[in-house]
């Protein structure tokens, strides 16, 4: 069983009028990024896989956002940014999330860390997971390689990821390829998987 999962496609990583763009830390390619995952959850879907959308975000008053992720985007909290909740936490609109999909919350950088993922995908039976999303080398590298460590199967569908430049996404990319923590394809030859031949 396959299960989809998409990291942070959220408005305040990649519309531009999210936090992050405003903040002056914009992601290179995420329009293709973001019109790629769409194209690649419409592909889960029709393929009868399930699909998880992971929110990077934080409570009022950001105490869960801790000292690193701080130190990194210093002025967030200021500008409101990826509060839980928001406009800007959630997931863009050309993804369609509906009310019933499955959502997972998390604060640190590893989608399976302090959240309901792991039983999640236990309880969907899942053992091969696809992975899309954003940021290319932080949160989707160390998903990946979290998932790799509780014995998941995993492909990454590169073209549905961005950076903040192309330089970062590609070197995430050659290491969770060279280092075997993912199978990388792209959405093409995944939604070319739904076709019958």
Known sequence: MKA??????QNGFCHPDGSLPKLGLPLEGAEAAVANSARAVESARAQGI???????VYRPGFYDEGP??????????SVGGLLAG??????VDDLKRGDDDLVVDKCRLDAFQWTSLE????GLGAAELVVCGVVTNFCVETTVRSAIM??????????????????????????????????VTTVAEFAGAAVPA
């Open 68 to 77: 690193w992720l701080a130190g990194r985007t210093a002025d967030l909290a």
């Open 86 to 91: 928001s406009w800007d936490g959630d997931v």
């Open 119 to 122: 039983p999640l995908l236990r």
């Open 150 to 183: 509780r014995d998941f199967e995993v492909t990454l569908l590169e073209d549905c990821c961005a950076a903040q430049t192309s330089r970062l996404h590609d070197i995430g990319i050659e290491v969770m390829r060279d280092c075997g923590f993912a199978t």
């Open 50 to 56: 399930p699909v998880i959308f992971t929110r990077h």
């Open 4 to 9: 989809m999962i998409v990291v942070d496609v």
